[in-house]
């Protein structure tokens, strides 16, 4: 188990490090038409090529990482493009995307245990419709995320790129990225104590009291607050809130919905915990 562990990780750094060289190549191509849309297309190549190897090895997981590890290669990237010293609200956000992205890749890493592991709902979408399969994997799972995480960066690229001053508005805007990852962090922690001690069933301790899904919130946060630190910066910038607005859309109707469907099959317990629990935003406190 630990040796396939070990070669899957492996793998994956070796299929990232080709993925980044390709939509390096690819960006070098498309630069003509703009930092922003060659980025577009630099990232839905590097998409394609994780997607390729994982239909090779036949584990569509080997995407999950890339949700976390873009967005901080990216805005490096970026920065580095843009070739000018960072001012305070450039180095907020430097400080919370990496923050955020080194802890969710982490967890990622400690948590995937190898070639035969594989997430749940890929495996549910591919006996649901098999048929479906190639394209599902391919749209679904590798390149509405991609192109979501990707309209949900635009703030961070007006940051660097644009010009702007720092506000209030971008300091609260960093102090709850903060907030969303450590709420994602203290989500984790309950979850794995919760685990490995003898009790089984829903998890209903620390975080999990407040809400039926911390993690989620944390994660919604993050992006709003990704905005909240450009809108600051440059309130002229307003309609890069839609990245903000799709990614909390994506956990509300499609993320949360799946999830809580398969463990109310799992927990018949579930849905009167679903009815002390607020689904994200803690209203109240569970008896």
């Not at 923050?99 to 591919?126: A, H, P, S, V």
Request: aromatic letters at 16%.
């Amino acid at each position: 188990m630990k040796n396939s562990k070990v070669k899957f990780h492996l793998l994956t750094l070796a299929v990232y490090i080709l993925a980044f060289f390709a939509g390096f190549f690819t960006f070098k191509l498309t630069a003509v038409y703009g930092v922003l849309l060659a980025t577009l297309i630099a990232d839905v190549v590097a998409t394609l090529i994780v997607w390729m190897f994982g239909l090779f090895i036949k584990n569509s997981s080997i995407y999950d990482p890339y949700w976390s590890i873009a967005p901080p290669v990216i805005l490096v990237c970026w920065i580095i493009l843009a070739g000018k010293p960072l001012g305070t609200t450039q180095v907020l956000l430097l400080i919370a995307v990496m923050l955020w992205g080194i802890r969710l890749t982490y967890n990622w890493i400690k948590r995937f245990k190898g070639f035969e592991d594989q997430d749940w709902r890929y495996l549910m979408l591919k006996e649901k419709a098999p048929k479906l399969w190639l394209l599902t994997n391919l749209g679904g799972i590798n390149m509405m995320p991609t192109i979501i995480v990707f309209l949900a960066m635009i703030p961070m690229y007006y940051v660097i790129f644009d010009s702007g001053q720092m506000s209030v508005i971008s300091l609260i805007g960093f102090v709850f990225a903060v907030v969303a990852m450590l709420l994602q962090l203290f989500s984790d922690i309950s979850m794995e104590k919760y685990r490995n001690s003898k009790h089984t069933g829903i998890i209903d301790v620390g975080l999990w009291k407040y809400s039926r899904h911390p993690n989620y919130l944390g994660e919604v946060l993050f992006w709003w607050s990704v905005f909240a630190i450009q809108f600051g910066y440059n309130l002229v910038a307003w309609p890069n809130i839609i990245g903000a607005v799709l990614m909390n859309l994506l956990f509300v109707f499609i993320s949360i919905p799946m999830m809580e469907k398969y463990i109310a099959n799992k927990y018949p317990d579930y849905e009167q915990y679903k009815k002390e629990v607020p689904r994200l935003i803690p209203l109240k406190i569970k008896k």
